[in-house]
């Protein structure tokens, strides 16, 4: 498998407050993506880092990767009720588009 | 904003029996991709179809598994005779760029 493991599984915080997740992964990439699952339900994608790019920023999301560590972080500032879910990082190489996935971060944060 | 749609939302079969899942992709995407997330795992990799064909397929991909885009608009996943280890949810996505966009899922339930 392509893809590593996200730490932690499950994130508890307070509304208001950042939540971080990571993501790990084994081989070289073309980029790295992240998506959101709610319970039961699709796959929304939130953000595409170049494995040129270290750092992408988009609303309340800050996502970095480090090519020498093979691994990705994903900030959520200032969350809210609805960023209660799951998140995914997924990944694909330079000579294929099929997306490998990780575990997965369940999120939640408490009003 | 366009979107991929899936149907059914939710499907319950007996084992052995023939289902169709089907998708319609972004208008203006040429590539189509099913993957499935067995309760509480990680979302896996299928197949992938380009230019009314197989371009990639996983070892889950068996003989059981077959795709068709019928017409210009439809792509569908079916499987020949269900297994109990078959039930999951469904995901079909479609891309033009580098991003993936995925349909909110079908849940095959075997029996």
């Known amino acids: 498998s392509q893809q590593g493991e996200e730490d932690p599984q499950a994130l508890s915080i307070q509304e208001g407050e950042n939540a971080t997740m990571n993501c790990s992964y084994k081989t070289s990439i073309n980029n790295l993506q992240w998506y959101r699952q709610n319970s039961g339900r699709g796959l929304v994608h939130l953000i595409l880092?170049?494995?040129?790019?270290r750092e992408k920023h988009s609303g309340r999301l800050r996502v970095t990767l480090d090519t020498s560590k093979k691994s990705s972080s994903l900030l959520i500032t200032a969350s809210r009720a609805a960023d209660t879910a799951s998140y995914f990082c997924?990944?694909?190489?330079?000579?294929?588009?099929?997306?490998?996935f990780g575990a997965g971060t369940t999120v939640t944060v408490r009003a | 904003e366009p979107e991929v749609t899936q149907t059914p939302s939710h499907q319950v079969t007996q084992m052995g029996q023939e289902v169709i899942l089907r998708c319609v992709p972004i208008?203006?995407?040429?590539?189509f991709y099913w993957y499935r997330q067995i309760l509480g795992q990680k979302v896996e990799f299928l197949v992938s179809f380009y230019n009314n064909e197989i371009s990639e397929k996983s070892e889950i991909f068996d003989d059981q598994f077959s795709v068709e885009r019928p017409d210009g608009s439809n792509f569908t996943l079916k499987i020949r005779s269900t297994k109990l280890e078959d039930s999951a949810m469904y995901f079909c996505?479609?891309?033009?760029?580098?991003?993936?966009?995925f349909g909110p899922g079908t849940r095959l339930t075997v029996t």
């Open positions: 880092i170049r494995s040129n790019e």
């Open positions: 996505a479609s891309r033009a760029g580098y991003e993936q966009y």
């Open positions: 208008s203006n995407h040429l590539y």
């Open positions: 997924a990944t694909h190489r330079s000579n294929d588009y099929k997306l490998s």
